[in-house]
């Protein structure tokens, strides 16, 4: 079973340009969330999108989008770069269903695409 | 807001020796807690998890315990190897009033280093 791809591995990108990238997650899953890695900040959370809806959001400015397809396919846009954007980009899957209390499942992660902003 | 500190890193050991990496938690409700490794240059993988309290999770030699009077889940080991060298983070998901579908909340990392 192929694990969850990310694409591309690395960027390079100039300020105020914009970017996108991209995920695909295991197969059956319905579930994509997406989390910036620096090392300041740690990991934090971008947005969970699940059926082609987001569901939920981090704190980031709104420069930061994304999307789901209906093959569960996951995009995540930031536009107007700033330095401050560099960082590694970590997509996850996960079986999550809709409502109940403990539906906690598995978040299997991608290696990742580690932006750089010059 | 839900929340999860690690222990002041980094940690470094010597091979056969006994390793613990304190978490503890804050959070509304009863969240799922998990064990996640990074390698260099790698995404993270699942360690091991526990959905409720006094679970243990263990997998390849690790363990923890979900302690929920403590709000707590270290990670034990009790003989690391070199192969063990990796960034480790405690984090958890808590859907309590069903708004944090699909987010996980980690701790800031602890940097393991396993000398021969």
């Known amino acids: 079973k192929a694990g969850v791809t990310q694409t591309p591995r690395y960027l390079i990108k100039t300020r105020g340009q914009q970017v996108t990238l991209s995920c695909s997650p295991i197969s059956g899953h319905r579930s994509v969330s997406w989390y910036q890695q620096t090392p300041g900040q740690g990991l934090q959370f971008l947005f969970e999108?699940?059926?082609?809806?987001?569901?939920n959001k981090g704190n980031f400015p709104g420069r930061f989008s994304g999307r789901q397809f209906s093959n569960s396919r996951s995009e995540m846009n930031v536009s107007t770069l700033e330095l401050g954007d560099s960082a590694l980009y970590l997509c996850a899957s996960s079986l999550r269903g809709t409502g109940g209390a403990k539906r906690n499942t598995e978040a299997f992660f991608g290696q990742g695409t580690r932006l750089t902003v010059v | 807001g839900d929340s999860v500190t690690q222990m002041e890193g980094p940690v470094t050991l010597s091979e056969e020796a006994f390793l613990t990496i304190n978490c503890t938690y804050t959070?509304?409700?009863?969240?799922?807690l998990f064990w996640y490794v990074q390698y260099p240059g790698e995404g993270l993988q699942l360690l091991l998890k526990a959905t409720k309290a006094d679970d243990k999770g263990s997998n390849k030699g690790f363990e923890a315990t979900y302690r929920k009077e403590t709000t707590s889940f270290h990670l034990e080991k009790g003989s690391v190897q070199v192969s063990d060298s990796a960034v480790y983070f405690c984090?958890?998901?808590?859907?309590?009033?069903?708004?944090?579908?699909?987010?996980?909340?980690f701790g800031q990392g602890t940097i393991l280093t396993v000398h021969p």
């Open positions: 959070a509304t409700g009863y969240p799922s």
């Open positions: 984090a958890l998901t808590n859907n309590a009033g069903g708004t944090s579908y699909g987010k996980l909340t």
């Open positions: 999108y699940f059926s082609e809806t987001q569901r």
